[in-house]
């Protein structure tokens, strides 16, 4: 698995339809809130060039992309961290994804109501930043409750737990979110533990209509607020995205000229999570299978294994590695070989972006 993303915003501001394109999904889609109650789940393919070349070269049976997957979570409300709209079951669901993409209602529409009238980027972002917040002052205090309890029996950890916890509630009542904080270890370690809804990384989608795809007047607001965020910001057009992820390549490749769109929102934002995490793509070449695998920046070889099978990590000998540039110049592994550009390296090589790899374990 590549990444999770949690798709959020207001409701009626095209998440479903974003999802759609973003997933290949058919999330339920309309025009009231709330049509979205159990989130959707969608896998969408990687698509990294690197892979289909290999394939190119070895010909496998079968060619399987990294993936990423897409959490429709229905539209939060005003009042959701006290419950309004469903809303502690569906922040429930924010906890579990690695990167919240928030898609921001962008274009007019007379025929999809906006639940607050009218649009409004800023007051909408804010909405669901402050709800974040909330639940996230909640899941603080209960656990200042009980790590007090544990700072009667003089316990350190207590008491340095609960001067993290204090840090993290003053900034929180102050409308500070936890992502915006410079956290050491330690802080990152609770946050870990607690999962705070307000720290998780946010890549805001300015949702325009089709006739906006270079922005308005509402995504320049968006922008502005990513911008004094720090956070990455795409602005695409979900219903026009979820007409190109219905089409053929050679359709899609029309249709993205006509409306000169020279990459789909899905790449741009797998590009875009892949750097905000730190993740690489490493991959494996044989005749069966093609493939593509997701690990952290930094992960060793070992770990690397453990990504395709616990037991070749639990029986890892040594890893095979050959760059995918030295692969495809070289033209296959067989040649890759005969000229000396394969490396052995044991468990603890850093693995590099690319690294075609093959694992040699014994159980």
């Not at 997933?23 to 892979?51: H, M, Q, Y």
């Not at 898609?103 to 974040?132: A, M, N, Q, S």
């Not at 700072?151 to 207590?158: I, Q, V």
Request: with cysteine; proline share 2%; aromatic share 6%.
């Amino acid at each position: 698995m590549g990444f999770k993303c949690g798709i959020v915003g207001l409701p009626n501001v095209g998440k479903s339809t974003t999802f759609n394109a973003l997933s290949r999904g058919n999330a339920e889609s309309s025009n009231f809130p709330f049509c979205t109650i159990d989130p959707n789940v969608g896998i969408a393919k990687v698509n990294d060039e690197r892979l289909y070349k290999l394939a190119e070269l070895v010909k496998p049976k079968k060619i399987t992309p990294a993936v990423v997957e897409f959490v429709d979570i229905a539209g939060l409300v005003k009042g959701a961290s006290q419950g309004a709209g469903l809303g502690n079951k569906f922040l429930s669901h924010i906890r579990d994804v690695e990167v919240i993409v928030h898609v921001v209602r962008c274009f007019e529409d007379e025929d999809i109501v906006h639940t607050l009238g009218e649009i409004d980027p800023k007051r909408d972002i804010e909405i669901i930043d402050t709800e974040l917040i909330l639940a996230d002052l909640q899941t603080i205090e209960n656990r200042t409750q009980k790590t007090g309890k544990l700072l009667k029996t003089g316990s350190k950890e207590a008491k340095e737990e609960l001067a993290i916890l204090q840090k993290f509630k003053e900034h929180l009542e102050r409308g500070i979110p936890i992502r915006a904080l410079n956290l050491n270890e330690a802080e990152k370690n609770l946050n870990k533990e607690l999962r705070l809804l307000s720290a998780k990384k946010v890549i805001y989608v300015a949702n325009v209509s089709e006739n906006d795809l270079n922005g308005n007047e509402y995504s320049k607001i968006v922008e502005e607020i990513a911008k004094k965020e720090n956070a990455p910001v795409i602005v695409l057009s979900g219903k026009l995205e979820e007409q190109l992820s219905k089409l053929g390549d050679e359709e899609k490749k029309e249709f993205m000229e006509m409306y000169d769109i020279e990459e789909s929102g899905l790449d741009k934002l797998i590009k875009i999570g892949y750097r905000m995490l730190g993740l690489i793509t490493f991959f494996t070449a044989g005749e069966k299978e093609v493939r593509g695998w997701t690990i952290k920046n930094g992960t060793t070889a070992k770990k690397a294994a453990g990504a395709i099978h616990s037991d070749i990590e639990r029986g890892f000998i040594r890893a095979e590695i050959i760059p995918y540039e030295d692969y495809i110049k070289a033209g296959g592994e067989k040649q890759a070989k005969e000229l000396g550009l394969m490396r052995l390296e044991g468990k603890d090589y850093i693995m590099k972006d690319g690294d075609v790899v093959y694992f040699r374990f014994n159980v």
